[in-house]
């Protein structure tokens, strides 16, 4: 039953992905990357996750413009963090208008 819970919530499920190499991210700063996810639109919600440990960073994905979702790796480690070349994907999903 889980798999049909959201169903009739999301028009659309989409997704995209890119690898990159990350600059180094200074303790209390933060780095972005966008991803191209065709049919994005503001206000769709975001989930995204990283091919690689994100050591203590946080990861946090939201759609910019149309088509265009920014994902931020922010670091409140206590050190800098530089992960190295990962894939990080997003998955964005459209509410059905009727809803909200």
């Given amino acids: 039953?889980?798999?049909?819970?959201f169903q009739d919530v999301f028009e659309?499920?989409?997704?995209?992905?890119?690898?990159?190499?990350l600059a180094n991210v200074a303790d209390g700063d933060e780095v972005a990357q966008s991803i191209t996810v065709t049919g994005a639109a503001l206000g769709d919600f975001?989930?995204?996750?990283?091919?690689?440990d994100?050591?203590?960073?946080?990861?946090?994905?939201?759609?910019?413009?149309?088509?265009?979702?920014?994902?931020?790796?922010?670091?409140n480690t206590g050190s800098g963090l530089?992960?190295?070349?990962?894939?990080?994907?997003a998955i964005v999903l459209s509410p059905r208008a009727d809803l909200f």
């Avoid at 039953?1 to 819970?5: E, L, N």
């Fill in 12 to 21: 659309d499920v989409l997704v995209g992905s890119v690898t990159a190499d």
């Fill in 1 to 5: 039953m889980a798999r049909r819970q």
């Fill in 46 to 52: 975001v989930l995204v996750s990283c091919s690689i």
């Fill in 54 to 75: 994100t050591a203590d960073g946080t990861l946090t994905g939201t759609v910019t413009s149309a088509d265009t979702v920014e994902i931020v790796l922010a670091n």
């Fill in 82 to 89: 530089n992960l190295g070349s990962a894939t990080f994907k």
